[in-house]
Nanobody, 124 residues
Framework: QVQLVESGGGLVQAGGSLRLSCTPS????????MAWFRQAPGKEREFVGD????????YVADSVKGRSTISRDNAKNTMYLQMNSLKPEDTAVYYC?????????????????WGQGTQVTVSS
């Protein structure tokens, strides 16, 4: 069974940048949509953005719009979340997720597959 694996998290100062990556473990992406979510301690999982795997169409949530970009590299079988101008409120565990649905959904239950997350901590 294919699993999703996130990487690229770490500790950065406010205003810094990170690029998160998501790859399948033991296979290739075969889902219509790939998404990024994040979850801060004590809070619900929050939608960050997604991308359609085939066409590369993206949607980014207002909370990170203008600072973040979602992309994918089919040859490398990798999805990316480039985050710039990071703020302390961006601190969370970031998860990648996959859905076979064609329509865009921003709630976690619409996604069938998940990684285990990568920690992003933004200091003041």
């Amino acid at each position: 069974q294919v699993q999703l694996v996130e990487s690229g998290g770490g500790l950065v100062q406010a205003g810094g940048s990170l690029r998160l990556s998501c790859t399948p473990s033991g296979g290739t992406f075969s889902h219509y949509r790939m998404a990024w979510f994040r979850q801060a301690p004590g809070k619900e999982r929050e939608f960050v953005g997604d991308i359609t795997w085939s066409a590369g169409r993206t949607y980014v949530a207002d909370s990170v719009k203008g600072r973040s970009t979602i992309s994918r590299d089919n040859a490398k079988n990798t999805m990316y979340l480039q985050m710039n101008s990071l703020k302390p409120e961006d601190t969370a565990v970031y998860y990648c997720a996959a859905s076979d649905r064609r329509a865009l959904f921003t709630f976690a239950t619409a996604y069938d597959y998940w990684g285990q997350g990568t920690q992003v901590t933004v200091s003041s």
